[in-house]
């Protein structure tokens, strides 16, 4: 008796103040690099509305001397409860190449802890470092802790998460995406966070993913590319070949957009300038994994297309082995697996004893092991030709675009405590499709 009377008084007083709580601090800062020389893009989140500002300042100097202002956007979960929130985006323009920078961000009503970057150095000479992996969840993050530690102490430039992120975001109407957020911001606050979606965002058409990440272009992050040092970075969605509920003429437009993209970077000039073409995306072509993944069969959708759809949908395989890709980087499998150069299916070694030595077709590595609650995924017994090194510890890896023809790749266990269990470095002389020949 005494609960409910208790109840009702205080449900009389909030509705004498009628003034609901407002939820206007700042949180799950992220940042990325919108593809626009000399820009940082800057985003997070608020429940309620408020404006949206950064305040910033060269480190070292006067705290906050620069303004910037941008908008934000009503994001309604689809969960039963219709959650809403506000993510925001400001960009920072006039950036100084190389220069680190002090930022917080918020409004008048309320603002973020400080943190801080730097400024993309936009020289062609330029030698980038990457921490790259997929798959990474909200419980047991495996890399997360040593991501956290280097990231601060400066060892990258870039993260790359190639899809899968907190399983699932939309969970318990967001909540699980907020939190996931949340945790990364320890190294998403710090350099360019750049994702791809993977198939754990599918729900609600992935709207968790577009509404929440701000990549370069205007495909609500779906696909976009960019160039860093000598390389240009092409990221898009094997997602569009599995939910075609969501439309075929996504995978269609990706496809033209993909066709259009190579074109361009391999125009002499360009090519010249920017030597390496990248790829991420989620799901590989190929993978030696024991699950009944899309890759452990012969014709993977991203690779040979689909033959069931009107119209045919066209694979990846040939368009990237014709626009002289160089390097294709995948997730999905929560597995460590490096390939030997191949193209359908047979193995084009530079030669027998450098393999990665002017490789004649591209390298695939696949990294989706940084831990979600999925745990590990296994191997077939009996690696097929093209797989190179395969392991199944947790970990991520670090990639490093030495110069225009030398590029390192290394695998980190998280538990083998930080060892380098795999590394590479390609050398090419030729890129483009005539590095083939
Ligand atoms: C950018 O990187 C190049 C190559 O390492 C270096 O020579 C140049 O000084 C750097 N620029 C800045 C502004 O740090
Ligand atoms: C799903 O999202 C894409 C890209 O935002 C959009 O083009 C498409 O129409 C959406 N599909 C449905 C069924 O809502
Ligand atoms: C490619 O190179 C590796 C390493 O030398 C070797 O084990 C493999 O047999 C080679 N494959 C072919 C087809 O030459
Ligand atoms: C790239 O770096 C490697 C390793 O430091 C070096 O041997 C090579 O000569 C460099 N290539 C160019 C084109 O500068
Ligand atoms: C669509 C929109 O409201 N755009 C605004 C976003 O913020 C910038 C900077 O304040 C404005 O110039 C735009 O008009």
């Given at each position: ?19 609901p ?22 985003t ?15 480190w ?99 993260i ?35 994702a ?9 058409n992935?709207?968790h ?12 992050s ?14 898009f ?9 969501y ?7 990706q ?21 390496w ?12 994994n ?16 689909r033959?069931d ?11 990237f ?19 030997w ?10 030669s ?26 296994g ?26 023809t ?32």
């Amino acid at each position: 008796m005494a609960v409910l009377h208790l109840f009702v008084f205080c449900g009389l007083l909030s509705l004498g103040s009628s003034v609901p709580p407002v939820w206007l601090q700042p949180e799950q800062v992220h940042i990325s690099y919108p593809g626009v020389k000399g820009s940082m893009l800057i985003t997070w989140t608020t429940l309620d509305y408020t404006e949206s500002m950064v305040e910033y300042g060269l480190w070292g100097g006067k705290l906050f001397s620069l303004t910037a202002k941008g908008n934000s956007t009503l994001f309604i979960d689809g969960g039963s409860e219709r959650r809403k929130m506000y993510i925001h985006r400001v960009t920072l323009p006039d950036l100084i190449p190389g220069a680190k920078y002090v930022y917080h961000c918020g409004s008048e009503e309320g603002w973020s802890d400080f943190f801080f970057f730097t400024a993309l150095n936009e020289s062609i000479s330029f030698s980038p470092r990457f921490a790259l992996f997929g798959d990474m969840g909200n419980e047991n993050p495996q890399s997360l802790a040593r991501l956290q530690k280097e990231t601060q102490a400066g060892m990258y430039d870039v993260i790359l998460h190639i899809g899968d992120f907190a399983y699932d975001m939309h969970e318990d109407n967001g909540r699980i995406g907020d939190e996931f957020m949340r945790q990364i911001e320890s190294i998403a606050a710090y350099v360019p966070y750049m994702a791809c979606p993977g198939n754990h965002e599918w729900a609600y058409n992935f709207s968790h993913y577009k509404s929440r990440f701000s990549m370069p272009g205007e495909t609500e992050s779906l696909w976009y590319s960019w160039n860093i040092g000598s390389a240009h970075i092409i990221s898009f969605s094997t997602e569009v070949y599995f939910y075609i509920e969501y439309g075929l003429d996504l995978l269609f437009r990706q496809y033209k957009w993909l066709q259009k993209d190579l074109e361009e970077a391999n125009k002499p000039e360009n090519r010249a300038a920017r030597p390496w073409i990248i790829t991420m995306a989620h799901r590989p072509m190929y993978c030696s994994n024991d699950d009944k993944d899309d890759c452990t069969k012969f014709e993977s959708y991203v690779r040979h297309g689909r033959s069931d759809t009107m119209p045919h949908a066209p694979g990846l395989e040939d368009l990237f082995y014709q626009h002289g890709v160089d390097l294709e980087l995948w997730a999905h499998e929560h597995t460590y697996e490096r390939l030997w150069p191949v193209y359908n299916y047979k193995v084009y070694n530079g030669s027998i004893d450098a393999p990665y030595e002017n490789p004649k077709a591209p390298v695939h590595i696949i990294t989706g092991s940084a831990g979600c609650r999925e745990k590990h995924d296994g191997f077939i017994p009996k690696p097929r030709d093209w797989s190179a090194f395969r392991s199944t510890d947790y970990g991520y890896t670090r990639m490093h675009i030495i110069n225009s023809t030398h590029l390192y790749l290394e695998q980190i266990s998280d538990d083998q405590s930080g060892k380098i269990i795999d590394s590479l470095t390609m050398i090419k002389e030729v890129h483009g499709p005539e590095a083939w020949l």
